[in-house]
């Protein structure tokens, strides 16, 4: 079965950088597109933006450009998402989402566990 | 970026009422919305998609209804699993999906 098995929790501090990882199982891998969406605690989803496991190329919501990298390794058939320049407003719990649909459809039939990452001084 | 707006944005029930929760996009979207149901501590599951289209193994009990910006999930028969939070996402724009607010559905 369609598996995404993130990395653990991270605890960061104000202007450091964060690299999470969503290890791909169950399905090939580089048939879809990787997603990334986070929740801050107690708030509503944000979508952030994909990367294209097949070709690596990204696409990023604007409020994160500039400061958001999405990448993937097709030997490991998994996706990272880095983020830069954290904020407390950047604490929150990060999914990877598996983009299902057909050509201009875009929702999420499966997601990872969800990392926790703390920005605390 | 479009609007997504659900309304209510909690509410209580009991086990075995129909309820219906709607979601509104600030411009037209065709049927480019899904739904998903979050649990506490739990990623979100689909639900639904093209507004109401059912995900392989989602109970009929869930519907969807809506094209152009109103849109409704109704629960026919709620039952006790399906508390939780709901949300809807456009994907009409696809360069800048979003989702609405959520609605959290509590034990009466």
């Known amino acids: 079965q369609v598996q995404l098995l993130q990395s653990g929790a991270e605890v960061k501090k104000p202007g450091d950088s964060v690299k999470v990882s969503c290890k791909t199982s169950?399905?090939?891998?580089?048939?879809?597109?990787m997603h990334w969406v986070r929740q801050a605690p107690g708030q509503g989803l944000e979508w952030m933006g994909w990367v294209n496991s097949n070709t690596g190329g990204t696409r990023y919501a604007l409020q994160f450009q500039g400061r958001v990298t999405m990448t993937r390794d097709t030997s490991l058939d998994t996706v990272y998402v880095e983020l830069s320049s954290l904020t407390s407003d950047d604490t929150a719990v990060y999914y990877c989402?598996?983009?299902?649909?057909?050509?201009?459809?875009?929702?999420?039939?499966?997601w990872g566990q969800g990392i926790l990452v703390t920005v605390s001084s | 970026d479009i609007q997504m707006t659900q309304s209510p944005s909690s509410l209580s029930a009991s086990v075995g009422d129909r309820l219906t929760i709607t979601c509104r996009a600030s411009?037209?979207?065709?049927?480019?919305l899904a739904w998903y149901q979050q649990k506490p501590g739990k990623a979100p599951k689909l639900l639904l998609y093209a507004a109401s289209s059912l995900e392989s193994g989602v109970p009929s009990r869930f519907s969807g209804f809506g094209s152009g910006t109103d849109f409704t999930l109704t629960i026919s028969s709620l039952q006790p699993e399906d508390f939780a939070t709901y949300y809807c996402q456009q994907y009409y724009d696809t360069s800048a999906l979003t989702f609405g607010g959520g609605t959290k559905v509590e034990i009466k």
């Open positions: 169950g399905y090939t891998f580089t048939d879809y597109y």
């Open positions: 989402a598996r983009r299902s649909g057909a050509v201009g459809t875009i929702y999420f039939d499966s």
């Open positions: 411009q037209g979207i065709s049927n480019s």
